[in-house]
């Protein structure tokens, strides 16, 4: 698994050294000025990886299955923004030391630029979602413009006309010119990226919609919480590893057609059907409650590697789970269940109110079955609450998993929940003295 990660890494990082090695060959006079010898490789760089990001967005599965969605769209992300200030570099270069100037670079330099900045705010996990200006204009975007997810989607796909006036203006370059290898290398790996795209787009789907899942059952768990119970139309539920996710379709226009991701509840050795415990946190997750039965539902999956199975079979498991954050742990719980009933496993799961702990009978009803589980649930606000209240604490983490008499055991620790939660518990854990490669989480938002 590790080796993969390097590889494709490598691959990635490397790719820009195959166009400059061909360019070289035929255009020596890159070795007589500096400054020609830096724009082209900025150039170069900065073309080979923002096209290479229709790769990432497709969802390659022979690449996310190493590093997990969440970390695969956030490399999307950040060198997305890496690829544009080296394309800026390469464009100041060549203004300002050469005087030249072509207009369809500097066309799709701005339309980059435009959506990279539009998408930062307004689509993913980025760091500037974490500043407060930013956060206020989400907000009033989505309260006041009602500026739809679906929307932000289609402005984002603008990116396939800037990388279109991105290749032109590589082929038109010098060395382009004079190199029939480099144009072939320009034009196959624009090709190339644009047929994940295409693939990705439309004929992915395509292919979901003739196995298309149905709505088999849509069970009220809180008033804004819903399980959908989804069914194969053909055939039995693909294989999935517990703790992973997927992103469905719904095709209803009522609800509205459009992709979300969400986890998978159920346990992975259930091949008739799968479930989704959903929260209405939003416009499109706040329509569950209105899925109607035998609604055709297209999932594309599964993804994440936010599973123990990635990890150490012997480590004794410490789950910690903020609210809605228990679909992916109970999936994974129920594996335990079916494989590993006696492997040593403690789940700590925070809520703001009781009825917010969906699902718990069923969680409390695993214990009969698994000795070795401990559930601790805490609550927030309950007058009638007779366990646990308040939030799960640093102090109670280094009492109940850091005295001496329980630290004879490695553990892994599985955090999911609200991205503040998850910091929180993340940032306990470390001060503990939990090393990173034990604490494994997906922040994941779209």
């Not at 229709?54 to 890496?82: C, Q, W």
Request: charged content about 20%; glycine content about 6%; hydrophobic content about 50%.
């Amino acid at each position: 698994m590790k080796k993969m990660r390097i590889f494709w890494i490598l691959v990635y990082f490397l790719m820009p050294i195959l166009p400059m090695a061909l360019i070289l060959q035929t255009s020596s006079f890159y070795f007589q000025n500096a400054f020609m010898m830096l724009s082209m490789v900025l150039g170069v760089t900065a073309y080979v990886w923002l096209v290479s990001q229709f790769i990432l967005s497709a969802r390659p599965k022979f690449i996310e299955r190493y590093f997990g969605m969440d970390r695969l769209y956030r490399f999307h992300n950040t060198m997305a923004v890496v690829s544009f200030f080296l394309a800026l570099a390469h464009n100041q270069i060549k203004e300002r030391v050469f005087g030249l100037e072509k207009q369809v670079g500097e066309a799709a330099l701005i339309l980059f630029g435009l959506i990279i900045v539009f998408s930062l705010v307004f689509l993913g996990d980025s760091f500037l979602r974490k500043w407060r200006p930013i956060q206020v204009l989400r907000r009033f975007s989505a309260e006041k413009l009602r500026l739809k997810f679906k929307i932000v989607r289609f402005f984002h796909n603008f990116t396939l006309v800037a990388a279109g006036l991105l290749a032109i203006h590589v082929n038109q370059s010098l060395a382009a010119s004079v190199s029939m290898p480099v144009r072939i290398f320009y034009i196959g790996y624009f090709v190339l990226a644009i047929s994940f795209y295409v693939y990705h787009k439309f004929i992915k789907p395509a292919l979901l919609r003739q196995n298309a899942f149905e709505v088999i059952g849509n069970v009220v768990e809180a008033p804004d919480v819903q399980t959908l119970k989804l069914g194969a139309s053909k055939g039995k539920v693909f294989t999935y590893k517990p703790g992973q996710f997927v992103f469905i379709t719904i095709l209803d226009k009522e609800i509205g057609i459009e992709e979300h991701p969400f986890s998978l509840s159920s346990a992975p050795g259930n091949r008739d059907f799968i479930t989704m415990t959903i929260k209405g946190l939003g416009d499109f997750t706040s329509k569950m409650k209105n899925v109607k039965m035998g609604t055709h539902v297209l999932v594309d999956g599964p993804y994440g590697y936010f599973s123990m199975l990635n990890h150490d079979p012997e480590n004794d498991l410490v789950f910690i789970a903020g609210g809605i954050g228990i679909t992916p742990i109970l999936s994974m719980l129920l594996y335990l269940k079916e494989n590993q009933p006696d492997r040593k496993a403690l789940l700590l799961w925070g809520a703001q109110k009781p009825v917010d702990l969906v699902r718990m009978d069923e969680v409390e009803a695993l214990q009969k079955e698994m000795p070795n589980l401990e559930i601790v649930p805490f609550v927030e606000r309950g007058d009638d609450w007779k366990g646990q209240k308040g939030f799960i604490t640093r102090e109670y983490l280094a009492g109940k998993l850091f005295s001496s008499e329980v630290l004879d055991r490695q553990r892994d620790y599985y955090v999911c929940g609200p991205p503040v939660m998850m910091e929180i518990m993340i940032g306990h854990l470390k001060s503990l003295g939990v090393e990173g490669k034990h604490i494994h989480f997906e922040r994941f938002a779209l």
